[in-house]
């Protein structure tokens, strides 16, 4: 009887301690990995640190660009100002003077003085357009950006009016489809239209009639291939085709260039950024836009803006 109480309590004592033998080797995996928590925690520490340095130094830099975009902006103000009144009236004086001069002296002037003046004032002129693109061009991206949803057919029979001179001198025929709304500013728009209507009149065949249509839908983002557009968003896509003149189409890109013309300016008078301007009236809409054309067979304009 002792022998078997005794043999239980070894067996007792061995089990207590491949027990405290298993305790032990749980106890030092547990230390081993308490012992790497506590290295990653003191990585993360150390990554957060440089994290924030990073974000403070990113916001001082925010800070400093938001302080020279505010210079900026006020000096763009002081250029705009200038633009519009201090350059245009030494120009207005020349145009007047050289308008005196052919009106009340040109029977004192020789043929090739007639000339010279006639050559200043177009000068000065186009001098004065210049001044006037490159003001409507700093406009779009200083003015106040304030969206409607508009009928863009409203902003087409404004711009249609302004043009009902030069349409009915041309015989142009602008052919309008279905209009849809879309989210846009509209003086800006209506800027934008101006300056396509424009161009499409201006770069009509000679001898033709200008000939424009202008059509509008509605289509989803993912629907336009080869765009970046939000595959989600619906947009309104806005066409303006012309049988003018046209362009090769190695200048798809360049059209849009600041002061890139195409055509001399002996055919065709103009500055050069009113379709620089348009695309960056489309960029204001968070749209997009391209150009396609052909030499002599006309061009055509799809821009792509959100509907709402």
Same mark, same amino acid.
């Given at each position: 009887?002792?022998?078997?109480?005794?043999?239980?309590?070894?067996?007792?004592?061995? =089990?207590?301690?491949?027990?405290?033998?298993?305790?032990?080797?749980?106890?030092?995996?547990?230390?081993?990995?308490?012992?790497?928590?506590?290295?990653?925690?003191?990585?993360?520490?150390?990554?957060?640190?440089?994290?924030?340095?990073?974000?403070?130094?990113?916001?001082?830099?925010?800070?400093?660009?938001?302080?020279?975009?505010?210079?900026?902006?006020?000096?763009?103000?002081? =250029?705009?100002?200038?633009?519009?009144?201090?350059?245009?009236?030494?120009?207005?004086?020349? +145009?007047?003077?050289?308008?005196?001069?052919?009106?009340?002296?040109?029977?004192?002037?020789?043929?090739?003085?007639?000339?010279?003046?006639?050559?200043?004032?177009?000068?000065?002129?186009?001098?004065?357009?210049?001044?006037?693109?490159?003001?409507?061009?700093? +406009?779009?991206?200083?003015?106040?950006?304030?969206?409607?949803?508009?009928?863009?057919?409203?902003?087409?029979?404004?711009?249609?009016?302004?043009?009902?001179?030069?349409?009915?001198?041309?015989?142009?025929?602008?052919?309008?489809?279905?209009?849809?709304?879309?989210?846009?500013?509209?003086?800006?728009?209506?800027?934008?239209?101006?300056?396509?209507?424009?161009?499409?009149?201006?770069?009509?065949?000679?001898?033709?009639?200008?000939?424009?249509?202008?059509?509008?839908?509605?289509?989803?983002?993912?629907?336009?291939?080869?765009?970046?557009?939000?595959?989600?968003?619906?947009?309104?896509?806005?066409?303006?085709?012309?049988?003018?003149?046209? =362009?090769?189409? +190695?200048?798809?890109?360049?059209?849009?260039?600041? =002061?890139?013309?195409?055509?001399?300016?002996?055919?065709?008078?103009?500055?050069?950024?009113?379709?620089?301007?348009?695309?960056?009236?489309?960029?204001?809409?968070?749209?997009?836009?391209?150009?396609?054309?052909?030499?002599?067979?006309?061009?055509?304009?799809?821009?792509?803006?959100?509907?709402?």
């Amino acid at each position: 009887m002792l022998e078997k109480k005794l043999s239980n309590a070894i067996r007792e004592l061995a =089990f207590q301690n491949e027990e405290k033998e298993r305790r032990a080797a749980e106890l030092i995996i547990a230390n081993k990995e308490l012992t790497f928590q506590n290295q990653e925690k003191e990585t993360r520490a150390a990554e957060l640190i440089i994290a924030n340095k990073e974000l403070a130094f990113q916001n001082e830099e925010k800070e400093k660009r938001a302080a020279e975009l505010i210079i900026a902006n006020k000096e763009l103000e002081s =250029f705009n100002y200038i633009s519009s009144h201090d350059l245009q009236e030494p120009l207005r004086k020349i +145009q007047t003077f050289a308008n005196r001069l052919i009106a009340e002296e040109s029977q004192n002037l020789s043929g090739k003085g007639k000339d010279y003046i006639l050559r200043m004032e177009d000068a000065a002129s186009r001098m004065r357009a210049l001044i006037t693109d490159l003001l409507a061009y700093s +406009q779009t991206t200083t003015s106040e950006r304030k969206f409607e949803t508009t009928n863009l057919n409203i902003i087409l029979e404004a711009v249609k009016n302004d043009f009902k001179e030069i349409i009915a001198a041309e015989h142009a025929t602008i052919e309008v489809g279905e209009m849809c709304d879309a989210h846009i500013i509209r003086f800006q728009f209506r800027q934008l239209m101006q300056n396509l209507i424009s161009n499409a009149l201006k770069f009509s065949k000679p001898g033709s009639p200008p000939y424009i249509i202008i059509n509008s839908t509605k289509i989803k983002g993912s629907k336009v291939k080869g765009q970046k557009l939000s595959s989600e968003k619906e947009y309104c896509h806005l066409t303006i085709t012309d049988k003018g003149i046209g =362009f090769e189409p +190695q200048y798809k890109e360049r059209i849009f260039e600041i =002061f890139q013309r195409l055509h001399s300016q002996e055919k065709i008078l103009g500055t050069g950024i009113g379709l620089t301007i348009v695309k960056k009236i489309v960029e204001n809409h968070n749209g997009i836009i391209t150009a396609t054309g052909e030499l002599n067979k006309g061009a055509t304009f799809d821009i792509y803006i959100p509907s709402a």
